[in-house]
């Protein structure tokens, strides 16, 4: 990867829990260069819900791969808290991931042989470390799962798995958690509860969450809400209601009709 400046390291008072300075992400050279993200900067405060939006090929997963440290950058520069993933190694990024990051995917991603328990649970057992009983049952709670924990994969429904998936992201208690359409495999009714528990677990237990979605119902859950084209922030949106954010994405689409 190469990088043309170097990014003065965020300062303590005001880390974010994740943070782009003109974050770029190019594939192929010469004539067949695509741009996915074109110097962005962007900052997503602790304890705050923010959903990324944007037309299809905007860049916003592009946006949230790079942060969480699933995709490198052509240039440019992020963090998640104070450590600039831009510079860590395979090894490195691996352990931060494991140990700071949450995903929550818009398939599940859960072991059918394992039970909704040592589903949540997995990561950890993997990486060889217990789970804080206390956080985890509340985690449990929170999510609604209490008496489905010894249910396998195919005894749940998608809501049930999904609220699975969300509980295995918070179990470790990360610094950030990124959603990728978390809500897309899941009828409307399954994806306002798995929202509604992605909302609790900032409201109720301090979460960070930054979610990419192409729904406006599912962004009326944020707190705020960051919208890309062709690459480029080109708006956000504070306290969003889902009638808010259609009528920016239509203004969105529009203008790319015009242009």
Not at 71 to 78: I, Y
């Amino acid at each position: 990867m190469t990088q043309t400046h170097t990014a003065p390291r965020p300062a303590p008072h005001a880390v974010a829990a994740a943070t782009a300075e003109r974050l770029t992400k190019s594939y192929g050279s010469g004539e067949t260069r695509v741009v996915a993200l074109d110097q962005v900067s962007v900052r997503f405060e602790a304890g705050q819900f923010t959903a990324i939006m944007g037309p299809s090929g905007s860049g916003k997963s592009t946006l949230m791969h790079c942060l969480a440290g699933l995709d490198s950058a052509t240039d440019g520069h992020a963090w998640i808290g104070d450590t600039e993933i831009t510079s860590l190694s395979d090894k490195q990024l691996t352990k931060l991931r494991r140990d700071r990051v949450g995903f929550v995917f818009q398939a599940f991603n859960l072991l059918p042989t394992l039970t909704a328990a040592e589903n949540i649970t997995l990561p950890m057992d993997i990486a060889g470390t217990k789970p804080d009983t206390g956080w985890l049952n509340q985690v449990i709670e929170t999510v609604g799962l209490s008496g489905r924990l010894k249910h396998r994969p195919n005894q749940l429904s998608g809501g049930q798995q999904q609220r699975v998936a969300v509980a295995r992201a918070l179990a470790s208690r990360p610094a950030i958690i990124f959603g990728d359409e978390p809500t897309g495999n899941l009828d409307s009714r399954a994806g306002a509860e798995v929202l509604q528990f992605l909302r609790n677990s900032v409201r109720e237990l301090g979460q960070t969450v930054v979610m990419v979605t192409h729904d406006p119902m599912a962004a009326a859950y944020a707190d705020r809400v960051v919208f890309l084209a062709d690459g480029r922030i080109v708006d956000e949106m504070a306290d969003p209601t889902a009638e808010r954010v259609l009528d920016h994405m239509r203004r969105f689409e529009a203008v790319g009709r015009t242009s």
